[in-house]
């Protein structure tokens, strides 16, 4: 009898959603589809219970505003809704394949940065199932036309509403509560503090991320009525826990007074200067300042979804980039102490050059807010020669030369010039226009000598042809300064800004190519290079060397090192410091020191931590470690991110006095 009870509920409970909800089920599967596959093509946990649970509970939560409408108008909010998430879908994916993170809608004033980039974007980013999501609405209509067809709109049901509304949110808040259960156990501190936005979607699915997102994305609007004393506290004690004592070295004070010429080279990686093509460098302009000037060889970018902005950021202030929106658009009108305003103290000039768009990244703006006097952008070039995204950096350096003569002419005292390059950009494009540099192979087989194809007309041939040509144009710029005497009592500092988002495959071609059988080699295989998921983020370092014409130093740092120590080691040996540095002076660390990374990872001499994962990589296996040492560390990343984001979104450097 009981049994006979059961089943009679559970044959009306399907008629009932049979005549009243089947378009409410039909909504839910294809959009909950769509995150999943989602989830496949980025972070690829497509197994996981948590994010499945909680993109439904947010799918039948919001599918409850239908019932508030008559059936036969329904399929138009669960079209219009339908579309909106197929667009967050179809945005996240491709966002996730050039930042490996998600978007944010604090993020949508640097959109319109994506004209100047477009043919990077769709040459380089975005991927044909990137639009697979559009099946979803097309779907959901061709169902809702079967509905229709079989006759179950034509009538209006009465029910009562209100138990249906308790019904569907119980059922919805259940949902989410059992997807918490197989969550990792810090997966709430991320959803609240959205430093590693990667993280979130694995636990929450792309649904619940976007609407967190959206609510967090308010922050800053109202930062001046909530928090502010926390974050005010919090910023306090950490400087009067971290005092700094005022320590030297042996190059403490070395470039004091001299002039500062700054090269910040776009895309520029560590791993081509370590390469040769039927024995010709890829880089020899760049490999010879490494080994006559200091050369940081294990040193990192820290960048945001800001990339080239917040490497200028965080190399001028020693802050992180912020964790919501970036700082040159989101937060340019913050007081900042940098490395153009502490040499302006000093008396030097300080002027920026770029051959781009000056409003590009709002620098216009955020360079007078960072301390230069003056920002020459492409007004002030004749664009002669254009490569890739704009004037080629050949010619760029040259007409630059000529500015500088016309600087030391008119300002008195030491200057300081910043010059942002260009050429090298993704999508590594207009080769034609580059000189030919060989990305094939000679191998000898037998009597025979063979050119391999090898990288050419790949992802990474390009890319290491037009860091080829990025190596020419600082070499012959070098000429020009040492010929126009600009090179005089002066020190050059060259950074690469970001790595090139070139892909895990790109890198394994790279290495693991065999000439001999003209294959990619396996793990199976002799001569195979190990190479996974870390050992590719390991390998994003960027070159970072400082070098003088009247001085060699034939130094090579390898301690890990990351952007934000430039300040406090660079200031060292200008004789500036600023107060509020989250950095270290490299040549002042008694133990190792830490790189950390906006989403909480962070890299160490001994390990390399993930923290969308928190998984471990053991880079020196001869090193015991402690779960204590981890702990200190995990908790030190998240310190430092915390009072950076605290600084920049309350503007608390008008408050604090270390």
């Known amino acids: 009898m009981k049994a006979m009870k059961i089943k009679e509920s559970i044959k009306n409970n399907f008629n009932e959603i049979r005549k009243n909800y089947l378009l409410v089920v039909f909504f839910v599967i294809f959009n909950l589809i769509n995150s999943t596959i989602l989830r496949l093509v980025t972070v690829k946990n497509i197994l996981s219970i948590s994010p499945l649970l909680v993109d439904l509970s947010f799918l039948i939560a919001i599918s409850l505003f239908s019932l508030f409408l008559k059936r036969t108008k329904r399929i138009k909010y669960f079209m219009a809704v339908t579309i909106i998430l197929t667009i967050i879908c179809i945005i996240n994916s491709i966002y996730y394949h050039y930042y490996s993170s998600f978007a944010s809608v604090s993020l949508l004033a640097t959109a319109v940065f994506a004209a100047d980039v477009g043919d990077a974007i769709v040459e380089n980013v975005i991927k044909i199932v990137d639009f697979i999501y559009i099946l979803s609405p ?171 902005s917040d490497a200028e950021f965080t190399f001028n202030t020693s802050l992180m980039p912020s964790t919501s929106g970036t700082v040159f658009v989101n937060y340019f009108n913050r007081t900042y102490v940098s490395i153009p305003q502490l040499l302006k103290e000093k008396g030097y000039y300080t002027y920026s050059m770029h051959g781009n768009t000056g409003d590009f990244w709002n620098r216009n703006t955020m360079h007078k807010n960072l301390g230069y006097d003056k920002f020459y952008s492409k007004d002030s070039y004749v664009i002669d020669e254009t490569i890739g995204l704009g004037l080629s ?143 590719y983020e390991l390998d994003k370092k960027v070159p970072f060397i400082v070098w003088t014409k009247d001085q060699s130093f034939n130094l090579t740092v390898d301690t890990p090192m990351g952007m934000i120590d430039v300040l406090p080691t660079i200031g060292n040996m200008l004789g500036i410091e600023s107060p509020y540095q989250l950095g270290t002076d490299i040549f002042s660390i008694e133990e190792d020191n830490m790189v950390v990374f906006i989403d909480g990872s962070f890299l160490t001499s001994k390990i390399y931590y993930n923290g969308s994962k928190g998984e471990l990589y053991f880079i020196n296996n001869n090193e015991p470690i402690t779960e204590d040492y981890i702990k200190q560390h995990v908790d030190k990343s998240s310190k430092i991110i915390e009072i950076s984001n605290n600084i920049i979104s309350y503007d608390l450097i008008k408050e604090v006095k270390p």
Not at 435 to 457: A, H, K, M, S
Not at 484 to 495: H, Q, R, S
Request: charged share 25%.
């Open 138 to 308: 097309i779907c959901l209509y061709l169902s809702y036309r079967i509905i229709k067809k079989r006759g179950y709109l034509k009538r209006e049901i009465k029910v009562e509403k209100k138990k249906i509304i308790k019904k569907v949110l119980l059922s919805s808040l259940c949902i989410f509560v059992v997807g918490g259960i197989f969550m990792p156990i810090n997966s709430w501190a991320r959803l609240f503090k959205l430093w590693n936005r990667e993280s979130v979607v694995m636990s929450y699915g792309i649904y619940f991320y976007q609407l967190d997102d959206f609510i967090q994305s308010l922050t800053p609007q109202i930062t001046n009525l909530f928090g502010h004393d926390n974050a005010l506290k919090s910023v306090t004690d950490y400087y009067e826990e971290n005092k700094r004592e005022k320590t030297s070295n042996q190059f403490t004070g070395i470039f004091e007074g001299k002039n500062v010429i700054v090269i910040h080279a776009e895309s520029m990686q560590t791993f081509p200067m370590n390469l040769k093509f039927n024995d010709q460098e890829v880089t020899p302009n760049m490999n010879k300042l490494a080994s006559e000037g200091i050369f940081f060889s294990n040193f990192y970018s820290q960048v945001g979804v800001g990339t080239s």
């Open 393 to 535: 950096d050949k010619s760029f350096f040259s007409q630059s030369v000529e500015i500088m003569k016309e600087v030391k002419e008119n300002e008195e005292g030491p200057f300081y010039t910043l010059l942002i390059t260009l050429t090298n950009h993704t999508p590594f494009s207009d080769l034609e226009l580059i000189d030919e540099f060989p990305t094939t192979i000679d191998v000898q087989i037998g009597n025979q000598t063979i050119t391999r194809e090898y990288l050419n007309n790949t992802t990474m041939g390009n890319y290491l042809r037009s860091v080829h040509y990025a190596d020419e144009a600082i070499g012959e710029f070098i000429e020009k300064l040492d010929k126009e005497g600009l090179l005089e009592n002066t020190v050059l500092i060259i950074y690469g800004d970001h790595d090139a988002r070139l892909e895990y495959n790109d890198y394994n071609l790279l290495y693991n190519y065999d000439p001999i059988s003209d294959r990619i080699l396996t793990e199976e295989d002799e001569g195979y290079v190990t190479y996974n998921k870390y050992t």
